[in-house]
């Protein structure tokens, strides 16, 4: 069932009751408006909508184990009918709903010149994020290689370096070299000197 037509079967509902100066059964309503296609229950939730929306519009008596079991009208009925009843309510509702649409389907359009600016804004945008980007892919290829030299360096070229106790060492080896040399010249010094004692002894004899 449509929303409109639950509008009109809602007036006809308080229609029916500001006919009449009693009390009367929803029973009523449903054999009047809407047996057999629909159930009593279905008419027990349009009245529960009509109290909803105003509990003036209509005076509700419980009874026979039902919540809205006895209606009546009120000083409130015939003047929301008046009005236009819950019909007129929906007509305006839609109304508002199509004024809506309409403005947002009439809506301004950008002008070429607009629309330009616009353009031009995001290139710029695409520009300046592009030359980040490769900054970052600088820096970052940058990093890369000075980490990669770094190793490579470590690995190939690692300088040969000593330990103290193997300094020492060398040195001792040095002097021991130095020492062992002035003996060595020593030593050449007393052959000599004494081959040419030797020698003056050789010419004395000769003579």
């Given at each position: 069932?449509?929303?409109f037509?639950?509008a009109?079967?809602?007036d006809?509902?308080?229609?029916?009751?500001?006919?009449r100066d009693?009390y009367?059964?929803?029973?009523?309503?449903?054999?009047?408006f809407l047996?057999?296609?629909?159930s009593?229950e279905?008419?027990?939730?349009?009245?529960?909508?009509?109290?909803?929306?105003?509990a003036?519009l209509l005076?509700?008596?419980?009874?026979?184990?039902a919540?809205?079991?006895?209606?009546?009208?009120?000083?409130?009925t015939?003047?929301f009918?008046?009005e236009?009843?819950f019909?007129?309510?929906?007509?305006?509702?839609?109304?508002k709903?199509?004024t809506?649409f309409e403005?947002?389907?009439?809506?301004?359009?950008?002008?070429?010149?607009?629309?330009?600016v616009?353009?031009?804004?995001?290139?710029?945008?695409?520009?300046?994020?592009r030359?980040?980007l490769f900054?970052?892919?600088?820096a970052?290829a940058?990093?890369?290689?000075?980490a990669?030299s770094?190793?490579l360096k470590?690995?190939?070229?690692e300088?040969?370096?000593?330990?103290?106790?193997?300094?020492?060492?060398?040195?001792?080896?040095?002097e021991?070299?130095?020492?062992?040399?002035?003996?060595?010249t020593l030593?050449e010094?007393?052959?000599?000197?004494?081959d040419?004692?030797?020698?003056?002894?050789?010419v004395?004899?000769?003579?």
């Amino acid at each position: 069932m449509s929303e409109f037509f639950k509008a009109e079967l809602k007036d006809r509902f308080l229609e029916y009751a500001a006919d009449r100066d009693d009390y009367f059964e929803v029973q009523l309503l449903y054999d009047e408006f809407l047996r057999p296609n629909y159930s009593l229950e279905y008419v027990q939730g349009l009245v529960t909508e009509i109290i909803d929306y105003d509990a003036e519009l209509l005076d509700v008596m419980s009874g026979n184990g039902a919540k809205i079991f006895m209606l009546a009208s009120t000083p409130s009925t015939a003047d929301f009918l008046e009005e236009g009843g819950f019909t007129d309510l929906y007509i305006r509702e839609e109304e508002k709903w199509d004024t809506f649409f309409e403005q947002l389907s009439n809506s301004r359009r950008l002008t070429d010149e607009e629309k330009a600016v616009m353009t031009d804004s995001k290139k710029a945008s695409y520009k300046k994020e592009r030359r980040l980007l490769f900054l970052l892919i600088f820096a970052v290829a940058f990093s890369f290689l000075f980490a990669l030299s770094s190793i490579l360096k470590n690995s190939f070229f690692e300088d040969d370096y000593i330990t103290k106790e193997e300094f020492e060492k060398r040195l001792n080896d040095l002097e021991r070299y130095q020492s062992s040399g002035e003996n060595l010249t020593l030593s050449e010094e007393k052959l000599d000197s004494t081959d040419t004692a030797f020698k003056k002894d050789s010419v004395l004899v000769v003579e």
